[in-house]
Antibody, heavy 121, light 105 residues
Framework: EVQLVESGGGLVQPGESLRLSCAAS????????MNWLRQTPEKGLEWISY????????NYADSVKGRFTTSRDNAKNSLYLQMDSLRAEDTAVYFC??????????????WGQGVLVTVSS | VLTQSPATLSLSPGERATLSCRAS??????LAWHQQKPGQAPRLLIY???TRATGVPARFSGSGSGTDFTLIISSLQSEDFAVYYC?????????FGQGTKLEIK
């Protein structure tokens, strides 16, 4: 069974940093591309970053580009999201997600349970 | 942009639910549906417009092509009352509709 468990969320002040982790199990992590998404009542579900299985390709939404960095450790079956210069609008539930698909068209196949990040003074 | 309708659908158990998702441009067959219950993560139901994910009951079916898509739940069970999101993965970045809340009438 695929399991994705996020951790590291919490309350931070604007301008501060936070690092989210996602522990993966139940599948061959080193062969899987992974994503981070977030959800707010105002904007709904938003994709924010992608990392290929070997970390050679990383993509970011414009809303987080230059502030967030995604990485992974395939030896530890773990995915990370380093969030710097946090803003109030980054307040959201953050999900790590495994994608599946073919021919370069991949959908979100498995979601973690989510972790809440609150940015407030 | 994906536009889902209606925003809220009130039905009774046993009834048929029809949820719509309209794309602002042609996404071909690259459309998925996800179900989210309160306090839980979303769960993939359907991908490729009409292929059910592992373990998804046959009462869930998807159809459509291009810009207009439909999710049908043939006979609502109590566990089906949730929020449903469509996702397009034809164009980067992936985007989601705003959701349809399926509530008990």
């Amino acid at each position: 069974e695929v399991q994705l468990v996020e951790s590291g969320g919490g309350l931070v002040q604007p301008g501060e940093s936070l690092r989210l982790s996602c522990a993966a199990s139940g599948f061959i992590f080193s062969s899987s591309s992974m994503n981070w998404l977030r959800q707010t009542p105002e904007k709904g579900l938003e994709w924010i970053s992608y990392i290929s299985s070997g970390s050679s390709t990383k993509n970011y939404a414009d809303s987080v580009k230059g502030r967030f960095t995604t990485s992974r450790d395939n030896a530890k079956n773990s995915l990370y999201l380093q969030m710097d210069s946090l803003r109030a609008e980054d307040t959201a539930v953050y999900f790590c997600a495994r994608e599946e698909g073919k021919d370069g068209y991949n959908y979100v196949a498995h979601w973690g349970q989510g972790v809440l990040v609150t940015v407030s003074s | 942009v994906l536009t889902q309708s209606p925003a809220t659908l009130s039905l009774s158990p046993g009834e048929r639910a029809t949820l719509s998702c309209r794309a602002s441009q042609n996404v071909r067959s690259h459309l998925a549906w996800h179900q989210q219950k309160p306090g839980q993560a979303p769960r993939l139901l359907i991908y490729g417009v009409s292929t059910r994910a592992t373990g998804v009951p046959a009462r869930f079916s998807g159809s459509g092509s291009g810009t207009d898509f439909t999710l049908i739940i043939s006979s609502l069970q109590s566990e089906d009352f949730a929020v449903y999101y469509c996702q397009q993965y034809s164009y980067a970045p992936d985007t989601f509709g705003q959701g349809t809340k399926l509530e008990i009438k």
